[in-house]
């Protein structure tokens, strides 16, 4: 697919992020207006709740009540399609012409990307995290249980995962607050009660459920395709030293329950359709709940960067690529269903950290300074093993099409102080 070109110039550029070919959803407020929902295209941000009101946009009014895309998702896939449609109608440059040679409606509905506050894009229902990327289980399991032993015995006929918490995960920007936790200090007999002296983040790919399934009704791996609204960046910060002490034997709790980071727009299913692949080789044939039925996965090249406190430099950690994973969201989703448990929109899948096969591609300092036997070297100067307070971990991702770019925008978090023990500042 080539770029759909637009009468909004900023929106044809190759390079720009928010082009007609993504119209990724988002919430957003300035000065002035509350926070509502809105399209993200070209250099600015577009008032879909307005456009209903004004007739430009044929659905209920209702569905765009909350600063919430909830209530779409809910709405199901052919709502998606059609609201879909309709915005790239009203952007492409042979559209409709009552919004674009319409002064007042551009200035009622279309607001500077520069000049808006973002929000969380939509309420997090529940939230799980897997371990789908095969390079960072190889890795961290190579860390902790040697090469033998590296992949579990069912890692690769299951995608796993564990249930995290919705309700720490928070929209770019948001600082995050080192942990407090028990950790075993190497050599000791006993745990001790500190700030986790091991922070790290993860780079993976969200995936959004738009519509659910019934208690006790399973979905396959191609069903689970269609119920995914859409996608974001995710930052699962990990506390490497609480977690390495309390993990045995039910996995991961507190060492990753302070705080989850995902970027400020969900950029559509259908807008990432063109950047499908193939799935991985397989060791073992899937279950068929699980078999991939088509391209499930995605070209999508995703980074994440360091920058020290008070610097302006930052030094790339990791550059890699969403196909590197092992299993897809849609196999996630399947798989989480196949007990009969529930999904409901707005539910938050992480991909697990996203790695690929060189030091340069690991998606966490954990694999990067391989247990912090290999420091970072930092562009400012100085090194890094796990993060210190100050660090920002900035995440980026981008799917590169004929002369267009479908981006996510930034998942930014800024490390704060642990709070002293007690709880306040």
């Not at 941000?45 to 456009?51: E, S, Y």
């Not at 600063?67 to 879909?84: D, E, F, H, I």
């Not at 045995?248 to 990432?272: D, E």
């Not at 409901?344 to 036997?373: F, M």
Request: charged letters at 20%.
């Amino acid at each position: 697919m080539s770029l759909m070109p637009s009468w909004i110039e900023a929106a044809n550029a190759p390079d720009v992020p928010f082009p007609v070919n993504n119209l990724p959803y988002g919430v957003f407020s300035t000065d002035n207006l509350a926070p509502r929902c809105g399209v993200a295209i070209g250099d600015a941000v577009f008032d879909v709740g307005t456009a209903v009101e004004a007739g430009l946009i044929k659905l209920p009014a209702a569905l765009f009540a909350e600063p919430s895309w909830n209530a779409v998702m809910a709405a199901g896939p052919s709502v998606w399609q059609y609201l879909r449609d309709r915005l790239q109608c009203l952007f492409a440059a042979d559209s409709v012409r009552d919004l674009a040679e319409s002064d007042s409606l551009q200035s009622r509905l279309l607001h500077p990307l520069d000049l808006v506050h973002l929000h969380m894009p939509f309420a997090v229902s529940e939230f799980t995290d897997f371990y789908a990327g095969r390079h960072h289980a190889t890795n961290v399991g190579t860390m902790f249980r040697g090469a033998e032993n590296a992949l579990p015995p069912n890692w690769l006929h299951m995608p796993i995962g564990y249930n995290g918490r919705a309700s720490s995960v928070v929209v770019s920007g948001t600082p995050v607050r080192r942990p407090l936790g028990q950790r075993k200090p190497t050599g000791e007999d006993l745990p001790v009660f500190t700030p986790s002296r091991r922070l790290d983040f993860e780079l993976e790919l969200g995936a959004v459920v738009g519509t659910g399934n019934a208690l006790g009704q399973p979905v396959n791996a191609a069903d689970a395709d269609a119920m995914i609204f859409g996608y974001v960046l995710l930052n699962d910060w990990s506390a490497r030293d609480i977690q390495a002490w309390e993990y045995q034997p039910l996995g991961p709790f507190q060492a990753k329950a302070f705080a989850t980071s995902i970027s400020p727009w969900i950029v559509p299913r259908a807008a990432l359709d063109p950047f499908r692949v193939p799935a991985p080789a397989r060791d073992h044939e899937l279950l068929a709940y699980l078999r991939d039925e088509g391209k499930a996965f995605y070209d999508i090249s995703v980074s994440a960067s360091l920058t020290p406190d008070a610097e302006t430099a930052a030094t790339k950690v990791t550059q890699t690529n969403t196909r590197e994973l092992y299993y897809s969201a849609a196999q996630q989703l399947a798989h989480h269903t196949v007990s009969g448990c529930p999904m409901r929109p707005g539910d938050l899948l992480g991909s697990g950290t996203i790695s690929g096969p060189t030091t340069e591609s690991r998606g966490c300092l954990l694999e990067r300074c391989w247990g912090g036997e290999q420091p970072l070297p930092l562009v400012t100067g100085g090194e890094r093993c796990f993060l210190e307070d100050g660090d920002s971990i900035t995440l980026r991702g981008a799917a590169i099409g004929d002369g267009y770019t479908v981006g996510f925008g930034e998942c930014e978090g800024t490390v704060l102080p642990a709070l002293p023990a007690g709880g306040s500042a």
